[in-house]
């Protein structure tokens, strides 16, 4: 008697679809902020946030409205940042979870430069945030701010350490460090500038939200409790230093940071103008 034979198709085996790093704590997140009791942060402790315990996505949508004062941003920031650091794991995914969508935006804007792996891409990002998550000084203002910063120069010395977009030496402080080129936006120059001392991170924001994102220089000075006529001399000063740096004829040499009687927060030399009140 003939051996029978299946009539079912033979079982394909499927490829497996790496896991991104952002998707992870997107999904780990959101396992913090659900059910009945999720990781909250007590609102009385933050002057302006209802006077009830937050969860943290709630806490997270507050903190990226624009009309959330920064001292309400830099506060909150602060105590999630405190927790993280006493070696709460959860609180460590709460604040990444709360910082998803300016990581993600990161990611976004580096994976054009290349055929680099998205998940090399994201995970370096993540690090270069939770790096900065415990060593960041939390005394100085903008914390998220410089929390994005730290993440964005993470990813962006990965991409620019390719082959394909060799990286310039660290130690050459010239026009050179910070000229744009075809693998290079306007925000990577501008990264590269506050690496370089150029530019502190809070004129590189300015110049980013204004000039290449929606937002007009009233509203930065709004949410930033900066006078619009400080913000406007304030971007006019470091568009003039950037556009020095990037023109060898004017001298383009990028400051040195150590040089005396710079600032010693941003690693620059004060002018007159900037020592004058607002």
């Not at 910082?99 to 990002?125: F, M």
């Not at 744009?180 to 980013?208: F, H, K, M, N, W």
């Not at 994102?213 to 400080?230: D, I």
């Not at 000063?237 to 150590?258: F, I, K, M, N, Y």
């Amino acid at each position: 008697m003939p051996e029978e034979t299946s009539s079912l198709p033979p079982r394909v085996r499927k490829p497996s679809v790496p896991v991104l790093p952002l998707t992870t704590l997107q999904k780990s997140f959101a396992l913090l902020v659900a059910g009945p009791e999720p990781l909250a942060l007590d609102g009385g402790l933050v002057p302006g946030l209802p006077d009830r315990l937050v969860a943290l996505d709630e806490l997270r949508d507050r903190l990226l409205a624009a009309s959330c004062p920064p001292a309400v941003r830099d506060t909150a920031w602060a105590i999630v940042i405190r927790r993280s650091r006493l070696r709460d794991a959860a609180w460590t995914v709460g604040a990444a979870g709360m910082a998803l969508p300016a990581l993600r935006a990161i990611t976004a804007s580096l994976d054009a430069h290349g055929p680099l792996d998205p998940a090399d891409i994201e995970a370096e990002v993540l690090t270069g945030f939770l790096t900065a998550l415990a060593t960041i000084r939390l005394d100085l203002p903008r914390i998220a701010v410089r929390l994005r910063w730290a993440a964005y120069r993470a990813g962006l010395r990965l991409v620019t350490q390719t082959p394909q977009i060799p990286y310039p030496d660290e130690d050459l402080f010239d026009a050179q460090a910070i000229a744009p080129s075809p693998a290079r936006g306007p925000r990577d120059v501008l990264a590269v500038a506050v690496r370089a001392g150029v530019l502190t991170e809070t004129e590189a924001d300015l110049i980013t939200a204004t000039r290449l994102g929606a937002v007009s220089l009233p509203a930065w000075a709004a949410g930033h409790a900066t006078k619009e006529r400080t913000a406007y001399r304030r971007r006019e000063q470091a568009e003039q230093r950037l556009a020095v740096a990037l023109t060898p004829t004017r001298g383009g040499r990028v400051p040195d940071p150590s040089a005396p009687g710079r600032d010693a927060a941003t690693g620059r030399q004060e002018t007159a103008t900037e020592r004058a009140p607002a």
